[in-house]
């Protein structure tokens, strides 16, 4: 459990962070990619960002980050859903 309590952590605090400016999405992008395996729910919510944070979009800055902002808070509410 402590595992997934961390998780939620360092997403809380990834995603707080990233919105006020304080990361830039790479470092945002890497800290994602380098997530190891979790259980369900979260090993769901993490393949949709992994595969979110491979990909390259077309997206002005502003809908880039509005998007990656949802799918880090989509991994912390996992377990709500």
Same mark, same amino acid.
């Given at each position: 459990?402590? +595992?997934?309590?961390?998780?939620?952590?360092?997403?809380?605090?990834?995603?707080?962070?990233? =919105?006020?400016?304080?990361? $830039?999405?790479?470092?945002?992008? $890497?800290?994602?990619?380098?997530?190891?395996?979790?259980?369900?729910?979260?090993?769901?919510?993490?393949?949709? =960002?992994?595969?979110?944070?491979?990909? +390259?979009?077309?997206?002005?800055?502003?809908?880039?980050?509005?998007?990656?902002?949802?799918?880090? +808070?989509?991994?912390?509410? =996992?377990?709500?859903?």
């Amino acid at each position: 459990m402590k +595992k997934i309590d961390d998780l939620i952590a360092s997403v809380q605090s990834i995603h707080g962070r990233y =919105a006020a400016g304080r990361m $830039e999405r790479e470092t945002v992008r $890497e800290w994602v990619l380098g997530l190891g395996g979790y259980p369900s729910p979260f090993a769901e919510a993490l393949a949709i =960002a992994m595969d979110w944070f491979r990909g +390259k979009h077309d997206l002005d800055a502003e809908d880039l980050k509005t998007r990656d902002l949802a799918v880090l +808070k989509a991994i912390a509410e =996992a377990a709500e859903t």
